[in-house]
């Protein structure tokens, strides 16, 4: 029997953006393997190895879940290690090093690499030779945007570099609904039909930058009384964001929902999809947003450049500027033919990025390593 390893840093990871592939493998005969940190279920999962693994590489636990890995690793003589996530790609690729002189490949998916076009000089002197070192360590690596892609065939070692489109969103889930049933999901969940509604998917954190959307919602209620902002997301940032819609003044205007199993409603149910971050590699929470036909407004990075297409399906503006964000919301609100079009824009380009459309490029990937 062949076997697959997949390693991350946490497994809601695996839970929420591989059971696909896992499944694939387990339909096709397959030893699937997972090793990460966390208490989550998987299902398409014969082994479910817990190993102490940080996201911090300060972190001394990782010596103990390097340990622990390259002992998994020997155990089972993998056909193919698939590692995910920074730390996760760093560990699993050198616990394996001995490994592969015996057959085993080694495939890494960098979701966004720390160093990119704009990036703190102290991000490219710490990370570009860590994953310049590691690429010695690596068959394939497989990159999910175009400024990513080209970074790698340029600067970095690995004889095959592939791109795909990300994770895949869930097209099972996320899907346009019909304004009755828009009405009717509101109705269920606590709003009204007249508000407008903005969302942003995402953990509060320094790099999620929920403070721009903040701003700009208090930009935009001075002309229109009617936009409220939901933000779906554990606070992982000390309640700064919470404190600043208090002194903006718009608290009554934010709901800030936590992290919630329900993600699907929410965006049926909202009109804009908003997204404030500075970094992103492939965010699939503008994905699902977009299969619901939600118009977005995103600052200006990498990952956001990819999917958000200026005057296509919404609108891409510099990180920080609020008021242009706010400018936008608004004329999208207040322009019905507008709004119209970037919803349906919305639907059409964002169907290369469905599960289906990303198994199958991954599926060809794997090909050339079973």
């Known amino acids: 029997m062949k076997k697959i390893l997949y390693v991350a840093t946490i497994t809601e990871h695996f839970y929420y953006f591989h059971l696909p592939y896992l499944r694939m493998f387990k339909e096709l005969g397959w030893q699937v393997d997972v090793a990460s940190h966390g208490d989550v279920e998987l299902p398409f999962c014969d082994n479910r ?46 616990a394996a090093a001995s490994q592969r002189k015996h057959g085993t490949k080694i495939l890494y998916t960098a979701h966004g690499f720390h160093f990119y076009q704009g ?4 991000n490219w002197l710490v990370f570009y030779p860590i994953e310049f070192v ?66 942003y998917v995402a953990e509060m954190n320094a790099n999620k930058n929920q403070a721009m959307l903040i701003r700009a919602l208090e930009s935009v209620s001075h002309k229109r009384d009617d936009v409220r902002l939901i933000i779906a997301g554990a606070d992982n940032f000390n309640g700064e964001y919470v404190r600043l819609a208090k002194e903006l003044g718009v608290e009554d205007k934010v709901d800030f929902l936590g992290h919630r199993e329900d993600i699907n409603d929410l965006l049926h149910i909202s009109d804009i999809a908003v997204g404030s971050s500075y970094r992103e590699g492939l965010p699939v929470n503008v994905m699902e947003a977009l299969a619901c036909g939600l118009p977005v407004v995103l600052s200006d990075n990498r990952g956001h450049r990819v999917l958000g297409v200026n005057g296509e399906n919404g609108y891409v503006i510099k990180v920080n500027d609020h008021e242009a964000m706010a400018e936008k919301i608004k004329m999208i609100l207040d322009d019905d033919s507008l709004y119209s079009r970037l919803s349906e824009n919305a639907i059409k380009l964002v169907k290369p990025y469905s599960k289906e459309s990303v198994l199958a490029e991954l599926t060809q990937v794997y090909n050339q390593y079973t």
């Open 49 to 94: 190895y817990e190993i102490p693994i940080r996201r911090s590489p300060a972190d001394k636990e990782n010596i103990q879940a390097y340990k622990k890995l390259k002992e998994i690793i020997k155990d089972n003589q993998y056909d193919i290690i698939h590692c995910h996530t920074p730390m996760g790609g760093i560990l699993a690729r050198l």
């Open 119 to 122: 990036a703190p000089m102290l």
């Open 134 to 199: 590691m690429s010695f360590f690596t068959d394939c690596l497989i990159t999910i945007n175009e400024e990513d892609y080209s970074c790698a065939k340029k600067r970095l070692p690995v004889k095959d570099i592939r791109k795909v489109n990300g994770v895949g969103y869930n097209s099972d889930r996320y899907f346009p609904v019909s304004y009755e049933e828009k009405m009717a999901l509101r109705q269920k969940l606590g709003y009204s039909s007249d508000e407008k509604l903005l969302i």
